[in-house]
């Protein structure tokens, strides 16, 4: 459909642009989106054609793309102090503030927090606080870490290796250590004739007899997503936090909650653990933090966490780890600025306002014979495509429904993101009901063209 001259965008993009998680067939053909701009929810490309980003981005740009408080902030801060790190007992101003901030909206009593530049470095150093916990505390062996299979961490060897999805094992990952339970989608993995909560027991037992298998000694922590994001939004099976909980108290071993997604209401609440009810170890907390309007990550310890790293640091004088930009006056200025609009302009109550709407639309759509369910949990959602809606068959994987919904969805002007054979909407939180119903428009004409073509 692009017509590449080597002077056009598409071409120059190509040529000297390395691509990651991209399809380069799909590339290759329909060329490169190359955009130069956002109004609210909207992104603007080289020709001028608007997108509504239905995926706020990547899940994280949910004031929109010109939020004028944010960049007034960001201008501000540049202007006053540019950058610092937090090396050698120094950090700015806007640093302390934020863990103030952070430890005061968190669910903990007290806490404190650590900075990193984006939410994989923070998993990957959440892991190494554990390992360096276990070896001050006299049990060196207690290194291995389990997540669950679909689950999304992020990328470092680390983080992909906590990551559940089979593409990397082309990298050779996971590194040995690193332990994947099942994905509490009911709907996709409930056995014939279980009801749900059997199945919420049958992943807890599951659990237990890895624990027990593995050598309750030799696990360090539980890592879990509180709605599963890059898995394609999959909200747990009923009961499933208290459950799984249950287990790793009887076994010392601690719950971290990756709310790099859910965090900061995309869920309905502050944060994921709330809608779900569980209190976990420690937060991991990333792309919302910023609104997306600086790269930013950070690790949120609960009380416990707190006083044993504090201690094990004391005792060698300090905690050998940390970024050149972790606490960056910036970055932590804008985090400052998007928890307030988030939590105090109207953007928290926008979610719930529109909650009912978004359900509402994914229940419309998901009414179409080539739709197996739709899911979600506030403002995060999916439909998932399948051939045959009562055996919920998949369609097969060469006709890649999923990301032809996707493209039909782009030539319409909306993003949104094939996950699997899911469709995945993660708009942001400034969105009005009539953006709403735009999204839905769009994405159902996109629906019955492509089911058209592969029915
Ligand atoms: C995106 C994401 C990460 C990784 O964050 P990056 O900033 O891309 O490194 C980790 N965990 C979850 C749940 C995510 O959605």
Known sequence: MSVKSPNSWEARAEANSFYGFTDLPSVHERGTVVLTHGKGPYIFDTNGKSYLDGNSGLWNMVAGFDHPGLIATAQAQYAKFPGYH???GRMSDQTVMLSEKLVEVSPFARGKVFYTNSGSEANDTMVKMLWFLGRHEGHPERRKIITRVNAYHGVTAVSASMTGKPYNSVFGLPLPGFIHVGCPHYWRFGQAGETEAQFTARLARELEETIIKE??????G???EPVMGAGGVIPPSKGYFQAVHKVLKKYGIPLISDEVICGFGRT???WGCQTYDFMPDAIISSKN????FFPMGAVILGPELTDR???ASEAIEEFPHGFTASGHPVGCAIALK?????MNEGLAENVHKLTPLFEGGLKRLAENPNIGEWRGKGLMGALEAVKDKATKTPFDGS???SERIANACTDHGLICRPLGQAIVLCPPFIMTEAHMDEMFDKLEKALKKVFKEVA
Do not use: E, K, R
């Open 86 to 88: 937090s090396f050698f």
């Open 215 to 220: 050598g309750p000694d030799t696990i360090a």
């Open 222 to 224: 539980f890592f879990a």
């Open 268 to 270: 309905g609440n502050t």
């Open 289 to 292: 933090l910023t609104a997306g």
């Open 309 to 311: 790293l504090q201690a």
């Open 338 to 342: 998007a928890i307030d609009v988030v």
């Open 399 to 401: 006709l890649s429904v």
